[in-house]
């Protein structure tokens, strides 16, 4: 039985591995002797592995989940989750920015509040100024998207209970996002602040601004999932319905001009008014059609989306090995 599991997703962090392990291990022995430390590699191709052996050699409560090559950070995390025993899951990054003794403050938080996930808020963050509008500006436009408050998404140091995101299918970037996931089936968030340290070495590997493309792609489904999800015919029914009734009105309007002019002026004033090569039909037109379209490819890349990542069970990832100690 395990109280707690620490997911660390690894790519490339070889100098930053030991330390963290030794910090995790003075804070996750303090709150219960009943934890686990499971590093992810994420495919890494510099020695992390053989950092992860000596460390999972050295510690029965180090577990360690092998990729065969870099699936991501959100197949990382979703690897760690399958994997993970504890009834708690705290998440962090390799890199050695999040700080452990900050852990004990989100499992308070989350005891006292009955919350199901607990988001660490980096307060004062050790970032480029740059890195700091951009990601207070993405938080504005989820916020404002999923009506979910959050101040700091990119903050890897989270609190999960066990149950609530085991069963979740993640992939592009949507961990990002696991709060918003959760939350349609009723998750209650909390955050509490938390110290952000510089990185000792190396480079961001998971973090680059290159990733935001990806992410405002992701953000359109984690807003589709919380306010459609269940019923896609809102909103794909919705934009239909838009289409549809402005080219009606747009060729219905054309109609009714040509027959007001034959009642008007007769039969030579109804031939001499062309409706078919109007620029202003074809229009009408377009948008009949694209409501139809709409509806049709909408409904089928939902299902085929579903039918992918669920009906077929599919992971994101595939792993190489397992190092786990007998229990």
């Keep these: 039985m395990i109280d707690i599991s620490a ?21 996750l022995s303090e709150l219960t002797p009943r934890y686990e430390i499971l590093f992810v590699d994420d495919g890494s191709s510099d020695d992390s592995a053989e950092v992860l052996r000596r460390l999972y050699e050295r510690d029965e409560h180090v577990r360690v989940v092998r990729f065969r090559r870099n699936f991501g950070q959100t197949a990382a995390f979703t690897a760690g989750f399958d994997h993970a025993k504890g009834d708690l899951i705290v998440t962090l990054d390799a890199d050695g920015q999040n700080d452990p003794v900050d852990i004990p403050k989100l499992v308070q938080k989350l005891d006292d509040g009955e919350y199901d996930i607990v988001v660490g808020w980096r307060v004062d963050r050790q970032e480029s100024l740059l890195r700091r509008l951009l990601s207070k500006s993405a938080n504005a436009i989820i916020n404002r998207v999923t009506g979910l408050e959050i101040h700091d998404r990119g903050c890897s140091l989270k ?13 592009g970037e949507l961990h990002r996002f696991l709060p918003e996931i959760s939350s349609t089936v009723g998750a209650r968030v909390a955050e509490v602040p938390v110290n952000d340290r510089n990185r000792r070495f190396g480079q961001s590997k998971y973090g680059a601004i290159s990733r935001t493309p990806r992410v405002l792609l992701d953000l359109l489904t984690v807003a589709f999932m919380l306010g459609f999800f269940t019923s896609p015919m809102r909103l794909f029914g919705a934009i239909a319905f838009i289409s549809g009734l402005a080219g009606l009105l747009i060729d219905g309007g054309l109609a009714l001009i040509k027959i007001a002019r034959g009642l008007l002026g007769g039969l030579e004033a109804f031939n001499a008014y062309q409706i078919g090569n109007r620029p202003l039909f074809f229009l009408g037109f377009l948008l009949i059609m694209l409501s139809v379209q709409f509806l049709m490819m909408g409904l089928l890349g939902e299902m085929i989306m579903r039918t992918y990542y669920e009906a077929q069970d599919k992971p994101p990832y595939y792993v190489r090995e397992i190092w786990q100690h007998k229990s």
């Design 159 to 171: 609190l999960f209970k066990a149950d609530l995101v085991k069963h979740l299918r993640l992939y």
């Design 7 to 27: 997911v660390i997703p690894v790519y490339n962090e070889e100098a930053n591995l030991t330390s963290l392990y030794d910090e995790l291990r003075v804070v």
